[in-house]
């Protein structure tokens, strides 16, 4: 799938799918508020390779169902490359959807990244355990994989 296409997949699943998690959530009481923090432990993999991948996350909870945060994740190996990325986050109970525009920096270049995945969370007190799979796409180049598992705090 080509960058534009993404793009135009999440703005039409943003306009469809929101105001009905909006509304169908009215009146829960949520972690509105509340900071969290992760950090992430995986894998990124593109067609040719697979290289460990660890990163930090964070979240402020704005609402129940919305979130704003950053994400920093680092590739080892031959992947070597970090991503920088503001993030979106929409909660659906425990399902979390993320959309992160940003930027990855390797050895030779900088490139313009999107970042668009789900997450499951299994709470555990100010504690969750949040296995997670990513979609980045690259504006010209080959997309990758990442997925793993996030151990985040409230704070």
């Known amino acids: 799938m080509k960058y534009k296409q993404i793009i ?3 703005a039409f699943l943003s306009f469809v799918l929101f105001p009905g998690i909006i509304w169908g959530q009215e009146g829960e ?3 509105e508020g509340i900071s969290e ?3 992430f432990l995986g894998a990124s ?3 040719n390779e697979t290289a460990f991948t660890i990163g930090v996350d964070y979240q402020y909870r704005i609402s129940n169902v919305f979130g704003v945060g950053a994400i920093l994740d680092h590739a080892t190996g031959d992947l070597k490359s970090t991503l920088v990325a503001p993030a979106l986050f929409l909660h659906v ?3 979390s959807f993320t959309v992160a ?3 990855e920096f390797s050895e030779d270049e900088t490139t313009m990244v999107l ?3 789900a997450e499951y969370e299994f709470e555990l007190s100010r504690f969750a355990i949040i296995p997670g799979v990513f979609y980045d796409t690259e504006r010209n180049e080959e997309a990758t994989w990442v ?3 996030a151990f985040s705090i409230e704070l």
Request: cysteine-free; glycine content about 16%.
């Open 115 to 117: 970042r668009v995945g």
């Open 101 to 103: 525009p940003g930027a």
């Open 37 to 39: 923090i992760s950090l």
């Open 45 to 47: 993999s593109n067609s």
């Open 8 to 10: 135009f997949v999440t």
């Open 147 to 149: 997925y793993g598992v």
């Open 93 to 95: 109970k425990n399902l």
């Open 29 to 31: 009481e949520g972690p």
